[in-house]
């Protein structure tokens, strides 16, 4: 039985971003209502290409991960929009830079970085049971191989292999050593832009089949988890037969009485309880500056800044004392490494966008004024000039700051699991279902992933009703 007054459906998707804009779309190919709530005033999620002076730009997800094994790519390749090329390989040999001018590739710092991560995997393997942060790995491998590297290579390795932090949005003190490898199914592809595979999911969508602007606070499973019931802050009630729950991971783990915190009941299984607890959240930002002409070197499509070891870091490592950490409440420029597109070479576009990771995102995301002061005298090293023009435009990320997002995606701590994360969000809670780039190993972090997770919940869904499935579970 219904609850009087509320709105009934099939499904509830909770959440539109890509995965339930395409757990949406599959529900539609096969007939099945549903209405989809999203709290912002827009679809997309951490989707989101905004326009410059200079053009647009994707502030959030910017490429097609995984090019050898991402359906969305394979998708997008069949498709012909008359728009122009859909994508951009972007990766040419990168420059490497610190604040001194130009890395030399001599140094052979990308050979030794690649061992250092291959060091990293094999002391996890030595024991499954136990992890410890990136950081303290790398400081391991480096006291053990000091005699083998020189005392430049030494200080200069924690440099370059702290790029990391730019793939998982946070530092290296903070980042797993178990689960910080890398091992991409094919290559990257920069998107031209997002906002074309939005388009084209959103454009098929009933304007009657989703509302914006329509945050909930509860999600009730009801006659013994026959129906669910959704409560919006609006105080409207939205009834259905199952609810896919596409919220961010960082939105689910908000306590109660915190603005934001969506109340289970029953309470969610302890599987999913217990995950939350231990999984974390990175902050992966951009900002983006705009110029009236280019005034910096073209003959590299990116640039990578490497942060300055700490100081008395070599003297630590070669004298086995305990090495000092990165410090400070406040970022310091060239404390952390950062990554810049060189739109002047790949788009003929006198802009750059720069990628930061947590705490750098969370300080210019909250201080937006700060942002080209902080990477000023990183784009003079770049530009090898010490005079260079005031951006003309300047756009930050907003992603920490946004409260139905509280950061970029998925991170791994020391002692963070996400397999069993992913397990307890596939096995879901009855008819309560759950998506998102958090819910996959595959793809984790990811726009396909998200994706792909939300056609697996609808095909569930599916599944379930065209077999009778009620959802009955008194779990």
């Known amino acids: 039985?219904?609850?009087?007054?509320?709105?009934?459906?099939?499904?509830?998707?909770?959440?539109?971003?890509?995965?339930?804009?395409?757990?949406?779309?599959?529900?539609?190919?096969?007939?099945?209502?549903?209405?989809?709530?999203?709290?912002?005033?827009?679809?997309?999620?951490?989707?989101?290409?905004?326009?410059?002076?200079?053009?647009?730009?994707?502030?959030?997800?910017?490429?097609?991960?995984?090019?050898?094994?991402?359906?969305?790519?394979?998708?997008?390749?069949?498709?012909?929009?008359?728009?122009?090329?859909?994508?951009?390989?972007?990766?040419?040999?990168?420059?490497?830079?610190d604040q001194h001018g130009e890395v030399s590739p001599m140094l052979k710092l990308g050979s030794i970085s690649n061992e250092i991560v291959r060091y990293v995997e094999m002391e996890c393997y030595k024991n499954l049971d136990t992890d410890m942060s990136f950081h303290d790995t790398m400081v391991q491998y480096l006291t053990e191989r000091k005699h083998l590297l020189s005392d430049e290579q030494i200080s200069r390795a924690i440099e370059y292999v702290r790029s990391l932090e730019l793939w998982h949005g946070v530092d290296v003190q903070r980042?797993?050593?178990?689960?910080?490898?890398?091992?991409?199914?094919?290559?990257?592809?920069?998107?031209?832009?997002?906002?074309?595979?939005?388009?084209?999911?959103?454009?098929?969508?009933?304007?009657?089949?989703?509302?914006?602007?329509?945050?909930?606070?509860?999600?009730?499973?009801?006659?013994?988890?026959?129906?669910?019931?959704?409560t919006a802050k609006n105080g409207t009630l939205y009834e259905a037969k199952y609810c896919i729950v596409t919220v961010p991971q960082s939105v689910l783990q908000i306590p109660q009485?915190?603005?934001?915190?969506?109340?289970?009941?029953?309470?969610?299984?302890?599987?999913?309880?217990?995950?939350?607890?231990?999984?974390?959240?990175?902050?992966?930002?951009?900002?983006?500056?705009?110029?009236?002409?280019?005034?910096?070197?073209?003959?590299?499509?990116?640039?990578?800044?490497?942060?300055?070891?700490?100081?008395?870091?070599?003297?630590?490592?070669?004298?086995?004392?305990?090495?000092?950490?990165?410090?400070?409440?406040?970022?310091?420029?060239?404390?952390?490494?950062?990554?810049?597109?060189?739109?002047?070479?790949?788009?003929?576009?006198?802009?750059?966008?720069?990628?930061?990771?947590?705490?750098?995102?969370?300080?210019?995301?909250?201080?937006?004024?700060?942002?080209?002061?902080?990477?000023?005298?990183?784009?003079?090293t770049m530009a090898k000039k010490t005079e260079i023009p005031t951006p003309s435009n300047v756009i930050v990320s907003d992603w920490t700051q946004n409260e139905f997002q509280r950061g970029s995606y998925t991170a791994c701590y020391p002692g963070d699991d996400p397999a069993a994360c992913v397990i307890a969000f596939e096995s879901g809670f009855g008819n309560v279902r759950f998506a998102g780039e958090h819910t996959v190993l595959e793809g984790a972090g990811c726009v396909h992933g998200a994706w792909n997770s939300g056609k697996r919940e609808a095909n569930y869904i599916i599944e379930h009703i065209k077999t009778g499935y009620t959802g009955l579970n008194f779990g």
């Open 175 to 230: 980042l797993s050593a178990k689960y910080s490898p890398i091992d991409p199914e094919g290559r990257d592809a920069l998107a031209l832009n997002y906002d074309r595979v939005l388009a084209r999911h959103v454009n098929r969508l009933d304007n009657s089949s989703f509302k914006l602007s329509t945050p909930i606070t509860s999600i009730e499973r009801l006659n013994h988890g026959r129906n669910v019931r959704v």
């Open 257 to 380: 009485g915190e603005t934001g915190h969506i109340s289970f009941t029953p309470s969610l299984p302890k599987p999913i309880r217990d995950s939350l607890k231990t999984m974390h959240f990175g902050a992966l930002g951009k900002v983006i500056l705009e110029f009236d002409e280019t005034f910096w070197p073209t003959d590299h499509e990116r640039v990578l800044a490497l942060a300055s070891a700490p100081k008395g870091f070599l003297e630590a490592i070669k004298n086995g004392t305990e090495v000092p950490k990165i410090s400070g409440s406040v970022p310091q420029t060239w404390q952390y490494p950062i990554l810049a597109l060189n739109f002047a070479t790949s788009f003929s576009k006198p802009s750059l966008v720069v990628l930061t990771q947590s705490p750098v995102t969370d300080f210019l995301e909250a201080n937006t004024d700060k942002a080209w002061p902080y990477l000023k005298p990183i784009i003079q």
């Open 1 to 97: 039985m219904s609850t009087p007054g509320a709105v009934s459906t099939d499904v509830i998707i909770i959440g539109g971003g890509i995965a339930g804009l395409k757990a949406a779309l599959t529900l539609q190919d096969n007939d099945i209502p549903y209405i989809l709530l999203e709290a912002q005033d827009r679809l997309g999620g951490r989707l989101k290409t905004v326009k410059g002076q200079n053009g647009k730009y994707d502030i959030g997800a910017s490429w097609f991960h995984e090019t050898l094994n991402n359906a969305l790519f394979d998708e997008e390749n069949t498709l012909d929009d008359g728009k122009g090329p859909k994508w951009f390989y972007d990766d040419a040999p990168i420059r490497v830079i």
